[in-house]
């Protein structure tokens, strides 16, 4: 972002100084899961060929999610599918022109974090007691 | 959502409130994280308040002389609050007074008009001479409009992004022969300009915009978006259709990602996010 | 012929002008976004019933007419998006010549990932 004249200038610092608030937190937040996300759309691919090519082979991939390991990682992906999920929602009621005001933007914010974190105990909730039952 | 009398530390009811509920005062990185080695900041000195100072505080202050051919420093001041202003402005030109007077910024108004002391204080950005010294962090920081191109201390080289606004072409454009008359509005045509009209340009929304950061030589910015707005409310002007063409471009208005750091900052509580030309198709 | 330019602040403000588009891409993203909030929800609920089952359980779901025409929506939809965001996230964050190679890569990965997909969701049915 050099303009004429202002070569040798030094840029003032951004991220390094600037502090990190709900907007651009949550923001960044949204970026993140969303590439995690598309790391699951490869895995769900993965897990439909699996499926396509018979038993053994989705049995093989069963397992590896039942694993600590990828328990674990389904846990993450729990996450960021809600967060995502709930951060695109907030993303479209303000494509509607709507909630601009700093005190929607915050309240919609927590809300986007409180709802992430509720819903993915939930989900977890769900998936344990069936598998037991 | 929660009670309405009580400010809640999480709910940011307006612009004016200060971040203090923020976990992190920066991100977790390095302090010259992938910065160019020509604008790397290095510890400066320290400039000792005045023997006699009972109420003193310190600040750290960016510091850049052109002249030296060195890189910008970190300096700590110690003020005297007892010989200086209540505002964050009255430190400043404390210290330019009575300690160095080379430090260098831009102030007129002292009133929170005039947007030239625009500044980035303990992390956001804001109007030194509305911002007290009582509500900055024990050593506030004090740092140019962060992302500009520096010219000297706490002066930026605003030249681009006036140049970002002089291509909104801000004033009316009308195909109608002038009237006798004024161009009359009702008063609700008018309140459509509202919060759009008050902007003072201080920039400091643009220079807080982590996508202008990113593009800033192609994204327009919050301070221009909101003055492209301004006049696509405005029933006066015959360009619209115009004017929306010349947005429709994925990175002039499309790189807005509705971040929302513009509205936090905004220290006329504006709303520069908010325009609507997204939703004519 | 093209005079030598001599760049004014304004000159680089504008430079090469507006590209009249960016509406489209704006509203795939948000029409794949609305598409994919009741897909993957029946997608989460169904992948969640489906938790302890094996390999003929699966099947049995996935050949439904219902669950074959929604995962293949999801697919779509998904991989859609992806791309999208994803060319967004690119643009944003690489500014050297890598960034075209790294578009590149994306849109063609996410065809191939959802055409993989596709095909994989109706060997199921059809196939299987």
Redesign the interface.
Known sequence: ??????R?????????????????VL?IAN?IT??I??AF??L??VW??A??S??QP??TVQRSIGSLFGQILMLGFTFS?FMH?CG??R??I????HG????S???SG??VVVASILLTAL?WG??IW??VG | MMGKEKRLPLIIDSSDQLPSATILKRFPLPRNFGVAPDSRIEEGQVWKAPAGASRTKAFTIYRYDPDSGDNPTLDIFEVDLDDCGPMVLGALIWIKNKVDPTLTFRRSCREGVCGSCAMNIDGTNWLACTREIAETDEAGRIYPLSNMRIVKDLVPDLTHVFAQYAAMEPWLHSKTPAPENERLQSPEERSELDGYYECILCFCCTSGCPSHWWNGDRFLGPAALLQAYRWLADTRDEATGQRLDDLEDPFRLYRCHTILNCTRTCPKGGTPARRSPRSRK | MRKVPTPTPLNHALALGSSRKGAGEWWAERLSAIALIPLTIWFAASVIALTGSDHAAFVAWLKTPFATICMILLLIALFHHTALGLQVIIEDYVHSGAKFAAIIATRLGCFALAVAGIVATLRIPFAG
């Open positions: 972002m050099s303009s004429p004249g202002a040798g200038r030094p840029l003032s610092p951004n991220i390094q100084i600037y502090r990190p608030q709900l907007t651009s923001s970026r969303g590439v996300l598309s759309a490869v769900m691919v439909l060929i499926a396509a018979g038993p989705f049995s599918f999920l695109g929602i993303h479209l303000w494509d509607t022109g601009f005001e700093l005190r933007i915050y309240a927590w809300a989900t769900v998936s069936m598998g």
